[in-house]
C-alpha cells in the first residue's frame, strides 16, 4: 500500500507552519487519506505528476519520489516572488521542455489552514530543472470582482488557449482569453452555502428526444424574429 507519508516525510516545526500529517483521525492521522489526489497526469519520459489537496505537489515515476515542488517551503526548489500556492487544484502541466516546465495552477491559498486572508487565483508558474528556480508567467484573477475563496475550484485551459476557472465554495466560474484578460463572468447562490466544487467546459449539441412546442427564427428580410 502506498501512503502520502512515505513521500512527505516528517513535519519540520522549524519552516512547517502545522503538521502536515495528522489532519484528522484514523486512516486519516496516519497520512493514509487527508489529502486530495486532485489531479493525476502523465508526461514526456513516464513523468507522473500527483496533485494533493495539501501543500505538496509530487512529481513521482511509477510513485517513486522524483521532485517535490511544495508551495510554501521547498527544499528543491526556490521560490520566487508570487509563486507561493497552497491547498492547490488542478495543475496542469502547460508545456515542458527538458529545462522548464510550464504549469497552471488554481491556487486556493485563502483556506482556513493559511491564518490570513488571501485572493484565490490562477497562476502560471515556470520551474526551472537547472537552476530549481520557480517564476511567475502571469495569473488568472478578476482585478474587478476579485474572490477570497475558502476551499474547492478549478483550473482548465480550454481549446482556444483560454482559460476556465472555477471558485468553489465561491460559486462563481471566470473565463480569461490567452492574454489574461477576463472575457465570462458567472454566478450563482451564496459564498459558501451553494457551492460548485469543479466547473469544465466542453463543446456540446443538444438532441431532444421529442420535437420543441415553441420554434423562433430570424426573418430573412427584416430584423424580426418570428416565433
Not at 116 to 134: D, E, F, N, W
Request: with cysteine; glycine share 10%; hydrophobic share 30%.
Amino acid at each position: 500500500m502506498w501512503t502520502q507519508c512515505d513521500l512527505l516525510g516528517p513535519p519540520n516545526p522549524d519552516t512547517d507552519a502545522e503538521p502536515v500529517i495528522a489532519l484528522w483521525t484514523g486512516h486519516a492521522a496516519q497520512g493514509y487519506g487527508f489529502g486530495t489526489i486532485s489531479f493525476l497526469n502523465s508526461s514526456y519520459d513516464e513523468i507522473y505528476q500527483v496533485t494533493l489537496g495539501c501543500k505538496e505537489q509530487k512529481f513521482v515515476t511509477v510513485f517513486e519520489p522524483m521532485e517535490s515542488l511544495k508551495g510554501r517551503t521547498s527544499d528543491e526548489f526556490h521560490l520566487g516572488l508570487d509563486t507561493s500556492f497552497y491547498y492547490q487544484h488542478d495543475v496542469r502541466f502547460e508545456s515542458q521542455t527538458p529545462e522548464r516546465v510550464t504549469l497552471g495552477v488554481h491556487n486556493n491559498y485563502n483556506t482556513n489552514f493559511t491564518g490570513a486572508t488571501a485572493l484565490t487565483t490562477g497562476p502560471i508558474l515556470g520551474a526551472l530543472q537547472g537552476s530549481k528556480q520557480v517564476t511567475l508567467s502571469g495569473r488568472m484573477w478578476d482585478a474587478d470582482e476579485p474572490v477570497c475563496a475558502q476551499s474547492q475550484g478549478s483550473y482548465q485551459v480550454i481549446g482556444n488557449g483560454h482559460v476556465l476557472q472555477d471558485h468553489g465554495a465561491t460559486p462563481k466560474i471566470e473565463e480569461y482569453d490567452k492574454n489574461g484578460r477576463i472575457v465570462m463572468r458567472a454566478r450563482f447562490g451564496y459564498d459558501n452555502t451553494m457551492q460548485t466544487n469543479r466547473a469544465y467546459r466542453y463543446p456540446w449539441a443538444g438532441r431532444p428526444s421529442t420535437e420543441p412546442s415553441v420554434v423562433a427564427y430570424p426573418s430573412s428580410k427584416s430584423w424580426k424574429t418570428t416565433v
